[in-house]
Every structure is written in structure tokens, then in C-alpha cells.
């Protein structure tokens, strides 16, 4: 008789009444690699793992329905479920369901009195998704801004977030492959879906409502801190279809057509976004917003674009940037 066949990750056993092993397996399956092909299993099993009380599980299960995840997107049910995690005891979903309710004041949970569903009963997505009038400060290329497009408390909830999960921040090279480089000397995150929260997810969606560009163009939401110093030399977002190994890439993800850039403070000197070729500088306040087209009007390569993130020469810099394609990624 020969070997007998190891069962795939995906169809072991977990105990049944088990919620915190039916998560650690859920979120195994959800960061692998090939997720995709587990996912309805690990779906599944989070789903199992909320049913059996586990606020981490309803939280992010809270978060899928925010943004489709195997499903059309639903905030009511996201907002819905979001109470049910505070209920099963997570602070943190607590604290979103009142910076949720009001943006402009900090989350409190020992303050909080009434119930939760009091909490969700206050939100409107309608009021979370506006956003300030723009303001023109270039036409070629095109730049605009945004005052006040967060609050101070969503700044401080996202800067918190990723404080303690820095890196050193990457680029993309001409050989089409990520990788740290001397012009860029801050450090980052990136917030995968695993790491998302609704305060984020709002945060995303009042973007896609500022730009009229939908959700599913977007990459993964960063935010970049920047030391005495730091900086991010004079380049461009836009990948370059002139360079051979940036071709599939193009093809299978799209040209990175915009960027939007949310200042997430405001206690540092210096720190500018340059655009030099047109002699255009902006620092913003705590919660002002830049964004620009890396493309011109016809979808080419715009080098007006180039640009630089300035140190700041005391302080810190925090911001949350969003990068933009002119399509949804082609399927594995």
C-alpha cells in the first residue's frame, strides 16, 4: 500500500464548539498564499467562529461585508455587525462604532452609557462619505486638495494602527520587482484585508467618492512615517510601458493612474510634497488631503507628475496614501 495522502490545510478537522481554533484557521487559510482557493472554507470558518462568539471573528467579518469580500458590499450589515462584535467584548469595535457615530470627537468607551445599538443608530454613511470642496493648485499635471477630508480623531485612530507595523518603505524598480532604494529612506505599511477595520474602510470609500473612481481599482491603502531627515526623492507613481519588464505588470494590474495622499498630522517642519517641474509645494494640516493625476487627459505617462516628499527637519511626518489604477486587477 502506498503513502497515504496528508489532508490539505483546508479540509483538516477543527474541533466543532471551538470558535478560537475555527479563527486561527480561518485567518491561516486567508493569509496564504493561494487564498483564493481557500477561501470559501476560510469564510466559512470565521463565520462559524463569530456564530460562536468571538468578537476578533465578527469584527473582521464585519469588515467583508464593508468591502464585498465574496459578497456585494453591504454597510448596514457591516455597521450591524460591527455592534455585534462590541457586544461580545471587543474594545476596538466599540471604539470604531463611536468615532463612526461622531468622527470629530475621540472614541471613549468608559464614557459610553447606552447601548450599542444607540452607537449604530447615530451613524450615517451618507455624512461619513462627504468630503470638502477641492482646490485647483496645478492643471498640468493636475493637482488638487482637499481641507479637512479627515478629522483629527480618524488621523490619530489610523496613525495608531500602524504605528508598531513599520517597514522600511519600498519602490517599485525598473525591473518590475519591489525592493528598498537609497531615494527613499521613510518607512511604511501596507493595510491588507486581514489588518482592515471600518474606520479604514470608510476612509477608502469617502476617497473613491472624492475622485469618482470606484473601490475595486484601489491598492491596498498605506501609511508612511517620516523621521528628521526622511525623504522620498524626485520620481513618478506611474509605471513606465516603455520599460519591457513593466509590461505584464501593466497588463495584469492596470497603470497606476493616481495618487491621493491624506496629511495625518501636523506637529513637524518641513515635509512638503514637491512638484518642482511646475513649481508647486504643499504641507498640509492634520487631515488635509492632496491628490494628482499621474496620466495626462489621454492616459499617458504625465512627467509633469514627478514629484518628491520633502523631510521634515524636526518632528515627525504621518500620511495615509492611496494608489489608484485605471482598472481591478486580472484574475490569478
Not at 21 to 32: D, F, P
Not at 97 to 122: F, H, K, M, Y
Not at 150 to 160: D, G, K, L, Q
Request: overall charge negative.
Amino acid at each position: 500500500m502506498g503513502a497515504v495522502d496528508q489532508p490539505r490545510e483546508d479540509q483538516r478537522s477543527v474541533p466543532p464548539g471551538d470558535p478560537e481554533a475555527q479563527y486561527r484557521q480561518a485567518i491561516e487559510l486567508l493569509a496564504a498564499p493561494d487564498s483564493d482557493s481557500h477561501l470559501e472554507h476560510g469564510i466559512a470558518l470565521l463565520d462559524a467562529a463569530s456564530a460562536g462568539g468571538l468578537a476578533a471573528a465578527t469584527e473582521l467579518c464585519a469588515v467583508f461585508e464593508a468591502m464585498g469580500v465574496r459578497r456585494r458590499p453591504n454597510w448596514d450589515r457591516a455597521f450591524d455587525r460591527l455592534v455585534e462584535a462590541a457586544e461580545q467584548g471587543s474594545a476596538r469595535a466599540g471604539m470604531q462604532l463611536l468615532l463612526l457615530a461622531d468622527p470629530t470627537s475621540e472614541p471613549d468607551i468608559g464614557a459610553q452609557l447606552g447601548s450599542w445599538l444607540d452607537v449604530r443608530e447615530r451613524i450615517s454613511l451618507e455624512r461619513l462619505l462627504k468630503s470638502g470642496e477641492r482646490v485647483t493648485l496645478s492643471d498640468a499635471p493636475r493637482v488638487r486638495v482637499i481641507r479637512e477630508f479627515a478629522t483629527a480623531p480618524e488621523c490619530r485612530w489610523v496613525i495608531e494602527r500602524a504605528r508598531e507595523r513599520l517597514k522600511p518603505a519600498m519602490i517599485f524598480d525598473h525591473s518590475g520587482r519591489h525592493v528598498v532604494d537609497p531615494g527613499r529612506s521613510n518607512t511604511g505599511m501596507d493595510f491588507r484585508v486581514l489588518e482592515m477595520d471600518l474606520v479604514l474602510e470608510v476612509l477608502r470609500a469617502r476617497i473613491s467618492a472624492a475622485v469618482r473612481v470606484p473601490l475595486p481599482v484601489f491598492e491596498l491603502t498605506q501609511v508612511f512615517h517620516y523621521a528628521p531627515g526622511e525623504e522620498f526623492r524626485l520620481h513618478h507613481d506611474y509605471l513606465d510601458p516603455s520599460n519591457p519588464d513593466h509590461r505584464k505588470h501593466l497588463a495584469d494590474h492596470g497603470q497606476r493612474i493616481a495618487t491621493f495622499l491624506v496629511y495625518l498630522n501636523d506637529d513637524f517642519e518641513g515635509g512638503e510634497t514637491e512638484f518642482p517641474k511646475v513649481d508647486v509645494r504643499f504641507r498640509g494640516n492634520a487631515g488635509d488631503a492632496i491628490f494628482w493625476a499621474n496620466v495626462d487627459m489621454d492616459g499617458a505617462p504625465d512627467p509633469l507628475s514627478f514629484h518628491s516628499g520633502l523631510p521634515p527637519s524636526s518632528g515627525e511626518k504621518w500620511l495615509l496614501s492611496q494608489w489608484i489604477r485605471d482598472r481591478a486587477a486580472s484574475p490569478a
